[in-house]
């Protein structure tokens, strides 16, 4: 075990003297003195134990046989290994796109977007040409935001959770298709969020209910439920999946409607619930989902997106039944 020590602190191979007032026990090599201490929490210290620190050179750390060593002697980092990535590239939106090979070293625990962030630095490819470097979009780095999904071996999927020990060399990485592409591997997702608009996802805190009353409350049955479809992040992998949702078409796609979902089961976004049901019953709504579940294959968050338009298609049509005979 690592501990910090103080910069006049013993090499790691030079004995130790014992401090004051601890029994003395020594390792087998008698090179390197043993302090017993108790530092876990919730524990008392016994009373034939010391508090007191040898010289105050070094800080003191415990493992689990609660034992106090100097710095541990410096341990080499683990071989990087090499990984050959293909990358189609199209400099604009209109430009015919290639593809380019990259050879980079690969470390320990590196995913997709810590390699791009490595060719920013040295963008050469593996012919040695100097090259400009790769256009692509991340922000948290924890599979939330969904900002860096792209293609990764042919599988839609967000770059930051792809680590590089579980793909399969060499790695091809291509932009988001059906979306319009900007540079490499950025797309234009204007599209999704112009569907979000189009199906009023989200919640009106200004209306002529009464917003001084208390908080809603939900239960939390439903709240678990609600929570799986609140995960969503926008990262347009379902859509990629989705064999109904194309570019010539008006199809809004599995992510708005299970927004739609979210929404309407949400104690003040139920107030919109007849907009938003209408909303999806016209053209390029609920009625052109083919059902093929590829969206819920591909869901890096795991949303019930099937479930959540099995759902849709019953409330849609008690609200067909509710237009039929004047009813809201």
């Given at each position: 075990?690592?501990?910090?020590?103080?910069?006049?602190?013993?090499?790691?191979?030079?004995?130790?003297?014992?401090?004051?007032?601890?029994?003395g026990a020594?390792?087998?090599?008698?090179?390197?003195?043993?302090?017993?201490?108790?530092?876990?929490?919730?524990?008392?210290?016994?009373?034939?134990?010391?508090?007191?620190?040898?010289?105050?050179?070094?800080?003191?750390?415990?493992?689990?046989?609660?034992?106090?060593?100097?710095?541990?002697?410096?341990?080499?980092?683990?071989?990087?290994?090499?990984?050959?990535l293909?990358?189609?590239?199209?400099?604009?939106?209109?430009a015919?796109?290639?593809?380019?090979?990259?050879?980079?070293?690969?470390?320990?625990?590196?995913?997709?977007?810590s390699?791009?962030?490595?060719?920013?630095?040295?963008?050469?490819?593996?012919?040695?040409?100097?090259?400009?470097?790769?256009?692509?979009?991340?922000?948290?780095?924890?599979?939330?935001?969904?900002?860096?999904?792209?293609?990764?071996?042919g599988?839609?999927?967000?770059?930051?959770?792809?680590?590089?020990?579980?793909?399969?060399?060499?790695?091809?990485?291509?932009?988001?298709?059906?979306?319009?592409?900007?540079?490499?591997?950025?797309?234009?997702?204007?599209?999704?969020?112009?569907?979000?608009?189009?199906?009023?996802?989200?919640?009106?805190?200004?209306?002529?209910?009464?917003n001084?009353?208390?908080?809603?409350?939900?239960?939390?049955?439903?709240?678990?439920v609600?929570?799986?479809?609140?995960?969503?992040?926008?990262?347009?992998?379902?859509?990629?999946?989705?064999?109904?949702?194309r570019?010539?078409?008006?199809?809004?796609g599995?992510?708005?409607?299970?927004?739609?979902?979210?929404?309407?089961?949400?104690?003040?976004g139920?107030?919109?619930?007849?907009?938003?049901?209408?909303?999806?019953?016209?053209?390029?709504?609920?009625?052109?989902?083919?059902?093929?579940?590829?969206?819920?294959?591909?869901?890096?968050?795991?949303?019930?997106?099937?479930?959540?338009?099995?759902?849709?298609?019953?409330?849609?049509?008690?609200?067909?039944?509710?237009?039929?005979?004047?009813?809201?």
């Amino acid at each position: 075990m690592q501990v910090e020590t103080q910069s006049d602190a013993l090499p790691c191979d030079e004995p130790v003297a014992e401090a004051a007032g601890e029994p003395g026990a020594l390792f087998a090599n008698e090179r390197k003195a043993r302090l017993e201490r108790d530092l876990e929490m919730g524990l008392e210290m016994g009373s034939d134990r010391t508090q007191n620190r040898a010289d105050n050179d070094y800080s003191v750390s415990t493992s689990s046989h609660r034992t106090a060593t100097l710095r541990s002697c410096p341990i080499a980092d683990p071989a990087s290994s090499a990984v050959e990535l293909r990358i189609r590239r199209q400099d604009h939106p209109t430009a015919v796109p290639y593809w380019q090979s990259f050879m980079l070293e690969a470390r320990p625990g590196a995913n997709v977007v810590s390699l791009l962030m490595d060719l920013r630095v040295h963008c050469v490819t593996a012919g040695g040409e100097p090259v400009d470097p790769i256009a692509f979009e991340h922000n948290c780095m924890e599979e939330v935001c969904g900002a860096c999904a792209m293609l990764i071996n042919g599988v839609p999927r967000p770059a930051c959770s792809a680590l590089i020990a579980d793909l399969e060399t060499p790695i091809r990485l291509e932009p988001l298709p059906k979306f319009p592409v900007v540079r490499d591997l950025m797309v234009d997702r204007a599209r999704l969020f112009a569907h979000l608009k189009q199906v009023k996802a989200w919640v009106q805190i200004d209306g002529a209910w009464d917003n001084h009353e208390r908080a809603p409350r939900i239960s939390p049955q439903a709240w678990a439920v609600n929570y799986l479809y609140s995960r969503c992040m926008s990262c347009g992998c379902c859509l990629v999946a989705c064999p109904q949702f194309r570019p010539e078409q008006a199809f809004v796609g599995p992510a708005a409607l299970a927004q739609v979902r979210l929404m309407n089961a949400h104690p003040t976004g139920r107030f919109d619930k007849v907009e938003r049901l209408h909303a999806i019953m016209a053209d390029g709504g609920l009625s052109d989902c083919g059902n093929a579940q590829n969206c819920v294959r591909v869901c890096p968050k795991e949303i019930p997106l099937t479930t959540a338009i099995g759902e849709l298609g019953r409330q849609t049509t008690v609200q067909a039944l509710k237009d039929l005979f004047g009813g809201r």
